[in-house]
């Protein structure tokens, strides 16, 4: 079965500084989707960014990018410019468009940026 | 983009007594569903797929009998949480996937409190 792995149950960062979120996986997959997934007070779900694993190109998405690498199975998340909206709980997540498509989610980093 | 109604946003219940969450896609059909229990600072748990027309798929450990999952039309998903216990409390979200680019939108969860 596929697992997600976030090592690091908090995390804090001081406000305009860079931070690196980590995430690794496990699956026997070639093609499938990687996510990180903000959770604000709100607990609303909110897409941060989006990988798909045939693409060797990091994505990127304004302040937010990951580092892909498929071999060693790591995800990480780094946050540039870090703003105090930015403080959350981080969910990285993995997708395979084989089967019923569901979603395994990571056990989450809060965020805490320091002003 | 897609939208997911989620409602009760939140809901109080006597123990023994049953309570039904409905996911909602608003603006295009869903042949699947997901349904998601969070506890208290942790991470999103998959507890079932609700199929259109068919029995859900149920993860392991998840009690069928006591969570009722009925999706009778192609927009609409419910929850029901029959015979509430304390232990059931928790906040409960859905997930559709989306259409076009593979990726899932989530209802705004629905906290569940068992007294």
Request: net charge neutral; aromatic share 0%; glycine share 22%.
């Given at each position: 079965a596929q697992t997600v792995t976030q090592s690091q149950p908090e995390m804090s960062v001081q406000e305009a500084e860079t931070v690196t979120l980590s995430c690794t996986y496990d699956t026997s997959e070639s093609d499938y989707y990687l996510f990180w997934y903000k959770q604000p007070p709100s607990r609303q779900m909110i897409l941060v960014i989006r990988q798909e694993a045939y693409k060797q190109q990091n994505a990127t998405e304004n302040r937010f990018s990951v580092n892909f690498q498929k071999a060693a199975k790591s995800f990480s998340l780094k946050i540039s410019d870090?703003?105090?909206?930015?403080a959350a709980m981080y969910f990285c997540a993995y997708s395979t468009e084989?089967?019923?498509?569901k979603l395994v989610f990571g056990q989450g980093t809060r965020l805490t940026i320091n002003p | 983009g897609a939208v997911v109604s989620q409602h009760p946003s939140w809901v109080i219940c006597k123990s023994g007594t049953s309570v039904k969450i409905e996911c909602r896609s608003l603006d295009f059909q869903a042949t699947t569903m997901f349904w998601y229990r969070q506890f208290p600072k942790q991470s999103l748990m998959l507890m079932a797929t609700s199929n259109e027309g068919s029995k859900a798929t149920y993860e392991q450990g998840v009690e069928k009998d006591k969570f009722l999952i009925n999706h009778a039309s192609l927009t609409l998903s419910t929850l029901t949480v029959t015979s509430a216990h304390p232990e059931d409390s928790s906040f409960y979200i859905c997930s559709v996937p989306q259409r076009g680019v593979y990726g899932y939108t989530f209802g705004s969860g629905t906290r569940l409190t068992v007294v």
């Open positions: 870090s703003q105090l909206g930015d084989r089967g019923a498509q | -």
